[in-house]
Structure formats: C-alpha cells, structure tokens
C-alpha cells in the first residue's frame, strides 16, 4: 500500500507580502474567544459542533422511524419516558412516528447537510483558501451562526410543547401546516415553531452568503486569480450564491406561512375546507403556491448540501492520487452551471401536484440537463483516478466511496426526472432512497472526507486513521445496505411517510423493510468510531505538521492550527494554481500555491 | 486497501445490478391501458441507467485497483478530460433526452389528452382519512357540491343540497369506486380538508387532491378485480391507514351494483 508517513516536513519556501497587521489583534478572555468570537476559524468550529449536534440527534431520529417501520407493535425502551403521549409504553402513536420523521428530515437538511460542508467547513477555510485574515464582514459572520444556533433551539424547543413537534414533514405542504391545530395534533405550536426556525435560519444563511461572497470577490491575496481559487472555494462560493437567491425565497415564504397560521391570512389556504367538522375560516389562498415557494429554494437547497461534496472531493482528490484532477476549468464550469440550473428544475418535486401537466416537459428538460455537468464532473473523478499512485487514506477513502454512492444516487435521477415514470414512482420509497444516497449519504462522505483532511488543520493533531478506515469500510457497505434496497421498495410500489404497512400488497415487504432497519442500526452505531477519533485525537491525536498532506492550497502554508490571523501578520503571494500536483517542486512532487519556484513536470 | 476496495465496489454494483435485472422486488402486473407505456419507459431507463450504473462504478474500481500496484508510473487519462465530457454528454444528453422526448407522449395520453366523450364520470372526494366517490345516479348530473354542508354524522360528505336540489337526490355516493372493465373512467378529485394523493400501483396512476382545485384524472381498466388505492400525500397521523379499494367488474356487474347503491 502506497501510504506515506503523514509528517513529511513544515514549510515549503513560500513567498510573502508583508503587510501592517491590523484589527486582528488575539481576543482576550474565554468568551471572546471561543463564544463570541468574530474569528472565521472560530466560527467555523462552532458550525460544525452544531452539525455534530444535530447529526446525532437527526440519526437517533431515524433508528426510531427505522424500529418503528421494522416491528410497529414492539416497545422501545425509554421512548415511553421521553414523550409520554407520543409513545405511551414505548410503542410510538402514528402522529409520534410522522414529528419524529419531520424532525429528522428538518434537522438533517438544514442543521447537518446545510451547516456542516457549507457553513462549517466553508467558514474555517474559505479566508485562508483565498490568503485572507478573516472574512469580510467578521461581525456579521459571529451573527450568522448565533442566529444559526437560536433556530435550532426553536426547532428543537418543538420537542417540549404540549403538543409536541409537527407532523407535516420536511416539506410543510399547507394547508396541513397552515390551519393550525385542527389539522392535527403537533400543527399548533409546534408547526409555528418550525415555521420561525426556519426563517431563522434563512436569515443566517443570507448572513453567512453574502459574507462568503464578499470574501471571496474582495479580499483574496495577490496573485489569487479566480483562476488560481481551489476548487472547494468555487464550490463553496457558488454554493453561497446559490444560498443567497433560495434563502431569500424561503424566508418570505414562512413568513407568509407564519401569518396564515397566526394572522388570518390565506395566502396558502382556499376557501371551503372543513377541517376537523369545522369550516375553516380563510379564502382565496393556493396550495400550489406553498409547493412552488418551498421547491424554489428546496431544490437549490439540493445543490447546497451537494455542491461543497464536489468542491470538496475535487480539492482532495488529487492531494492523494499525487496528479492533477482532471480538466479543472471544466469542473469549475460544471459547477456553475449546475448553480444556474438548479433555478431551473424546482417543478420536477411537482410532477403529480396538480400543476399544469404542460409544465412538467418545461421541467423535466432542464432537470435531465443539469445531469450533464454532474456526470461529466464524476466522469472526471474517475478518470482522475486513473494512473493513479493512490495514497489511500482515509479521506482518500472517502472520496472514492462518495464517487461510488453519487454514481448510485445520481443514476436514479434519470428515472424521477422523467414525469411519465414519476408517475408511477412518485412519493415512493425509490425517492426516499435517491435522495438520501444523493445529498445524504455523499454529502456525508464529503463531510467525513473533509473532516478527516482537514482535521489536522483545524485542531493541530492527526486523526487515527487505522480507526478512521474501520470507519470508512463499514459504513460504506453499510450505507448500500439501507438505501439500495429502498429502490426495490420503490418499484413495488411501498409508498413513503407511513408509519406502518397494513396495505395488502405491502405485506411481503415487511422483512425487507426490517432488514434496512437492521443494516441502519448497525451503521449507525459504527459511527461512533468517528465519534471517538474526533474526540480522542483532538486532545490526544500526534501533533500534525504545517502540510502533512503535501498538498498545495493556501491553508497548508501556514501553521496548524493557523495562528489567529491565518497568516501571521504576512500575507501569502499566490504563484500556482491550486492543481500543481505530480510536477517536482522544491519539496516533493508538488508545488504549493505560495511557492515562488515554478515547476517542472516530472 | 486499494484492491479491498475495488473487490467491495464491484461486488455491490453487480448485487445491486443483479436484483434490478431479475426483478426480485418490481411492479405488481399492469392492469391499465395507458400504464404500458409508463413500464416500457420505466425498462428502457432502467437498461441505459443500468449500463451507466455499473459502467461507472467499475471503471472506478478498476482504476483503483490499479493504482494500488506502486510500480505503476503516474499517468494521466488519454485524452485528458475531453473524452470524459463527449461521452458525459453522449451518453446522458443525447440519449437519456431522446428517452424523456419519447416519454413526453406517455405523459401527453395521461394527463394532456381529455378523457373520452362515453367516459364514466366519477367524482371523487378524499378527506382524513378516507375517500369517498359519487356516481351521478340516472339522471346523468351530478349535484352541486356544498363544503359548508358538509355533515359526517349524516353521511352527507360532499355536502350536498337534496332539499333543494334535484339533481342531488339521485346521486350515488359509495366507499369503493367501482367500475366497469374496458370503459373509461374520468375522476373530477376534490379535497375536503389539505392534500391527498390517488395512486393505485396497479393501475399506473398517480394524482394529488389540491384544496380549493378539482382535478381531473381518467384512466381505463382492463382487468377485473380488487385493488388497493392508498394516499401518497402526507395528510395528517392516519396518513398510513388512508386506503379504499377500487373494484374493476364486468360492465354488467358494474350496472347492477350501481343499481343496487341507489339511495
């Protein structure tokens, strides 16, 4: 195995640009410095605390569904203690098992998939990608995740009301989310709860976007073309105008949603619905309306969670196949016009809604062609993979399995974006499992590649990486086990977002089902061998080197971890572009985007 | 690690790929006449996707197997990324377009094209947690549909007038559709309360109710028997158990059970 000691050396001969340090003098006392700190690499860290936060909880979530889904009559032991109406005995009500899936859906989009490879990683690394001290707007920044952190204790808060969290899924389809408590047990305070957590959170996220934008247009270092930016920092600035256009969309429309629920208006909500024996006081609102606002952001959300998983995967690869990626300007073409796309397809989660049926070919088009650029990108994985002297570590690992579970996950899109065979597999379990191999499980690789590079960088220690590839094994065949039968469930027709199979013809699918409960349990407890490598090599792990990768972005270039301004009162002047890999550079077979000397290919 | 891996990756591809092609788990049998096409679309997607699907997934554990021997000198892709951008585009622009295009005409006979001039109407209203469906009776018209007298408790779940309209008295209202073999059925769906959905697998058809809209569906059976209609669209804690079957009979099975549900 081609593996190299993962302390090579410090610091490559770099050149520099002195400047007057200013502003970024160290903070003084705990709270400045590790609560509210204005430091990026600070924030960033609390980002990803939060995604670690939520994911265990999200996951927790999901063993209960699975459980329930598996053996609906059993008891599970404890639930009873923690929601004595939602699952009195241990046996959970069909309403618990619905919060249950809303909250799961809800906490793993926005608070994992949107917090922890955009918000979190982004954060950390996009100033010292592009040679900055901090972000542009360091204030705004500490703000963001504080407004960040309130939206999940609302969300969360949901948990302890009476009636407990809603029910309405991830999607929130009104009118179910915009009567109130006639709807349901769960659509009273609760719904409300989920409501203003959400535009919470939007409004965090702008925060975040139009910092990350600024950033990156503003105050790169010399020499940092938009040419010469890594690939994750494209991705994660793309990723940010992405955010900033679907956010927006959404923050309005739970505002709207807020105002039907708690003010009288319709604008979700038609006339003639007798809810409960009672007439429900509103008129003149659209369902559809809800469907096209939410699906405007839901489906650029897609790209949020996904997009940095590329920029990410693209960065690392070829630090460990030791050659350039292959065709870089093509892959940072592709991502921006999947970012321009991706305003393009929303109508595809509304097939079968009760749309105008002549929109869905306008959809359907656009949908099929975003898969263009995805495919070339991943096609240029793999060949970047090709004639390889692969280095396999456990990031390494990880960005070849979120390769394979993309290849999965993308495959199945053919089928949905088709409206004919929508039809048929709509609102299936084969949808449950594309996107969950799409932006759940390959942005979670991503997430664990970039945690595994990049955790050296962020806490100054090594991760175990003979834990780390146990890690890596089974939770990539775990992953399979749960989500590709789901497919098969799809095409026999096991409709989604039940809590329990009493249909006839889905009775033989009950020890399938039972089976994805098993697989998911397990995968679930092997997650904490990534559990306690996080925590044990962050106090206990070998000190990293400044570059113990020998890779060649900005962030390897300085310290690890970095001091508090990035670079130490310099600042970097970037020569190379960021693919500078298998050429013989001063020390090794790369040359680091700060290194003066130019290279020469081997 | 590199050949585990690459032993790991192909074995998965070629289970996954094996239950796909010899169709373990797949769709109960048609019993529609349009719902052909929708399982000829659904084969043809399956083939390009499958070849795609293990082409890829190969390709990447052959290369990784490869690279495991250090010997190896580092080479790049010949061609560099050309090649990989004209097959991306060949393989998924030209020929998965074509297939939507082809599959345009499934949707346009499903939900473009209006039902048939002797369709059976069937009007069709979905609430927590039930559906109910409403013949016209013989007179051929249905009554007008009233939200505000609406009356569970007497059954009355369309809300409708007889008192004071005619066309209301005869109108059949049943908690089974019911229909005749080989005759198409139009549905006119309406919601009482927020969004359900109309799917019968075996019949290839799906459609969400939308509050405060009346959307038509129609379809034709070909074969008789008892299917499962289930709810597809999140609708509240009995979501799962929303279910009505939908009676496929000889037509003139079907004209005597109208017969024998008249109020």
């Known amino acids: 195995m081609p593996e190299r000691p993962a302390n090579p050396g410090g610091h490559a001969p770099e050149a520099v640009e002195r400047v007057p340090a200013h502003g970024h003098a160290a903070p003084r006392g705990f709270l400045r410095t590790h609560v509210f700190s204005v430091d990026h690499k600070v924030i960033g860290k609390q980002y990803l605390d939060l995604a670690l936060l939520a994911v265990v909880i999200g996951m927790v979530l999901s063993w209960l569904m699975r459980l329930h889904l598996g053996w609906p009559k059993a008891a599970i032991p404890g639930l009873g203690a923690l929601s004595a109406g939602g699952a009195p005995g241990g046996v959970m009500t069909p309403e618990y098992y619905l919060s249950l899936m809303t909250m799961h859906g809800t906490i793993m989009v926005f608070f994992v998939l949107t917090t922890a490879p955009f918000a979190g990683f982004g954060n950390f690394l996009l100033p010292i990608q592009v040679g900055a001290e901090d972000m542009a707007f360091p204030r705004l920044n500490m703000m963001s995740f504080w407004v960040t952190f309130l939206a999940f204790l609302v969300l969360i808060a949901a948990f302890f009301v009476p009636e407990g969290p809603p029910l309405s899924g991830w999607t929130a389809y009104a009118p179910l989310s915009a009567v109130g408590r006639d709807a349901g047990p769960g659509q009273g305070l609760g719904q409300t709860l989920w409501a203003a957590s959400i535009g919470i959170f939007c409004i965090g996220q702008l925060l975040g976007s139009l910092n990350f934008i600024t950033t990156t247009l503003d105050l790169r270092a010399k020499g940092m073309s938009l040419a010469r930016m890594p690939f994750s920092t494209w991705a994660w600035f793309t990723t940010s105008i992405i955010g900033l256009i679907a956010f927006s969309v959404l923050l309005p429309a739970c505002v709207l949603l807020i105002l039907d629920r708690v003010a009288g208006t319709s604008f979700f909500v038609p006339a003639g619905l007798v809810i409960s024996d009672r007439l429900q006081p509103h008129a003149g609102g659209s369902p559809l309306l809800w469907q096209h606002l939410f699906w405007f952001f839901g489906h650029p959300e897609v790209y949020i969670a996904i997009l940095p998983g590329f920029g990410i995967v693209s960065h690392i690869l070829p630090a460990f196949t030791r050659k350039p990626l292959l065709g870089p300007r093509v892959v940072i073409a592709c991502f921006i016009a999947i970012g321009f796309l991706s305003y393009a397809v929303w109508g595809h989660h509304m097939f079968v809604s009760g749309m105008n049926p002549f929109s869905a070919t306008l959809f359907s088009v656009p949908t099929l062609v975003i898969t263009i650029p995805a495919t070339i990108v991943t096609l240029l994985w793999i060949g970047s993979v090709y004639g390889a002297r692969l280095r396999l570590t456990t990031a390494a690992l990880f960005c070849l399995g979120f390769v394979s579970v993309f290849v999965s996950g993308g495959i199945s899109g053919f089928f949905l974006a088709q409206p004919s065979i929508d039809i048929y597999l709509h609102a299936t379990y084969f949808v449950v499992a594309h996107f969950h191999f799409v932006m759940g499980v390959a942005a979670m690789f991503g997430i664990f590649a970039g945690a595994y590079f990049w955790f050296p960088k962020i806490y100054g220690r090594m991760m175990n990486e003979r834990l780390g590839k146990w890690h890596f094994a089974l939770t990539f065949i775990g992953v399979y086990c749960i989500f590709m039968p789901m497919h098969y469930l799809g095409l026999a027709g096991n409709v989604r977002r039940y809590s329990e199979f009493t249909d006839d013809y889905l009775q033989p699918l009950i020890p399938l089902h039972r089976f994805i409960t098993i697989a998911a349990l397990f995968t679930g407890a092997v997650q904490l061998l990534f559990f306690v490598n996080l925590f044990w090599s962050r106090f206990r792990g070998p000190r990293a080197s400044a570059n113990p990768w020998e890779a060649t972005s900005l962030e390897w270039s300085t310290s690890s971890p970095p001091p508090v301004d990035n670079f130490g009162g310099r600042r970097p002047v970037v020569e190379h572009g960021p693919n500078e890999y298998g050429v013989s550079g001063p020390t090794g077979d790369y040359l680091m985007q700060a290194a003066p000397e130019s290279g020469r290919p081997t | ?263």
Not at chain 2, 69 to 95: C, H, K, N, W, Y
Not at chain 2, 111 to 137: I, N, S, T
Not at chain 2, 236 to 259: C, K, S
Request: glycine share 8%; with cysteine; net charge negative.
């Open chain 2, 1 to 263: 690690m590199g050949k585990l891996f690459a032993v790991v990756v192909t074995a998965i591809t070629l289970v996954s790929a094996a239950i796909f092609a010899m169709h373990v788990w797949w769709l109960p049998p048609d019993i529609s006449r349009l719902g052909a096409g929708i399982d000829h679309q659904l084969s043809e997607t399956m083939v390009a996707a499958g070849v795609l699907f293990v082409l890829a997934q190969l390709a990447l554990a052959g290369f990784v197997w490869r690279s495991a021997d250090s010997t190896r000198p580092i080479r790049r892709f010949p061609g560099g990324a050309t090649p990989m951008v004209l097959l991306a585009t060949a393989l998924v622009g030209v020929e998965i377009l074509v297939l939507t295009f082809v599959g345009t005409k499934v949707w346009g006979r499903i939900f473009l094209a209006p039902a048939a001039p002797g369709a059976l109407h069937v009007d069709v209203q979905a609430e927590q947690f039930a559906f109910y469906f409403r013949y016209a009776g013989p007179d051929g018209t249905f009554g007008g549909a009233h939200p505000e007298m609406i009356d569970e408790a007497a059954t009355n779940f369309f809300g409708l007038d007889p008192a004071n309209d005619t066309t209301a008295r005869d109108d059949v209202v049943a908690a089974t559709l019911a229909i005749p073999v080989n005759r198409e059925v139009a549905l006119t769906l309406r919601a009482k309360d927020v969004s359900h959905a109309f799917y019968v697998p075996d019949l290839r058809i799906q459609q969400d109710f939308v509050p405060g809209l009346v959307v038509p569906l129609h379809f034709t059976a070909t074969q008789t028997g008892k299917f499962e209609i289930v709810c597809t669209q999140l609708c509240g804690l009995g979501h799962y158990n929303m279910r009505a079957y939908v009676e496929v009979m000889t037509p003139e099975a079907f004209d005597q059970w109208l017969i024998d549900q008249a109020p």
